[in-house]
């Protein structure tokens, strides 16, 4: 069983700060991670993906990612009141012929504080 | 920028009946895929689907569940006797390169 665990929150940090939102997975085959942003009663929406260890930025986004404790997480520098939302983690599983399950967290509310 | 879109956006039905939702894709995709998501609880995949045949399914998508491009732009993922549990919110998404990108879904309510 492929196992996505976030902590679910809420996460509150004041406006300017620096969010810190951790994943861990269970399934050492998998190969690439993704955030997703989930506004209430809204789609999920890429923020950026991961595949190789280390730390990977995007703006004010920066992903990093251990493989040997099958950890990954997202900061996100300057919180703004606009970034509050549930941030999911997705774990990428091969599936055939170049298409590939995601498996999600549950996701981790974050609420930025003005 | 061009986006997967689904209709409808909302659909009630009654429990036993047939729902079909319906997708389309980014033009230039060629995987395509069912999640869902219940209501407080985290997004579930449900079947991909490439060159005109599923690639893999979850034990979640069982008989009662069926998907079809029926022309060269719709996807389709049929319920054909909804149960109360089927009450979900179903999205689709289509895959360019490494990326899933998901449409706004379809929010489903069976009575």
């Known amino acids: 069983q492929k196992e996505v665990e976030q902590n679910s929150g809420p996460l509150s940090v004041p406006e300017g700060a620096i969010a810190s939102l951790n994943c861990t997975y269970s399934d050492r085959g998998s190969q690439s991670f993704f955030w997703y942003r989930q506004y209430s009663g809204k789609s999920p929406e890429l923020i950026m993906f991961?595949?190789?260890?280390g730390d990977k930025e995007d703006g004010r986004f920066t992903a990093q990612l251990n493989k040997a404790s099958q950890y990954v997480s997202l900061l996100i520098r300057d919180s703004q009141p606009s970034d509050s939302a549930t941030y999911l983690c997705?774990?990428?599983?091969?599936?055939?012929?170049?298409?590939?399950?995601?498996?999600f967290g549950k996701g981790t509310k974050l609420s930025v504080i003005p | 920028e061009p986006e997967v879109t689904q209709t409808p956006s909302h659909q009630v039905t009654q429990m036993g009946q047939e729902v079909i939702l319906r997708c389309v894709p980014i033009?230039?995709?060629?995987?395509f895929y069912w999640y869902r998501q219940i209501l407080g609880q985290k997004v579930e995949f449900l079947v991909s689907f490439y060159n005109n045949e599923i690639s893999e399914k979850s034990e979640i998508f069982d008989d009662q569940f069926s998907v079809e491009r029926p022309d060269g732009s719709n996807f389709t993922l049929k319920i054909r006797s909804t149960k109360l549990e089927d009450s979900a919110m179903y999205f689709c998404a289509s895959q360019f390169q490494e990326t899933q990108y998901f449409g706004p879904g379809t929010r489903l309510l069976v009575l």
């Open positions: 991961i595949y190789s260890n």
């Open positions: 033009s230039n995709h060629l995987y």
């Open positions: 997705a774990v990428r599983t091969p599936s055939g012929a170049g298409s590939y399950q995601l498996t």
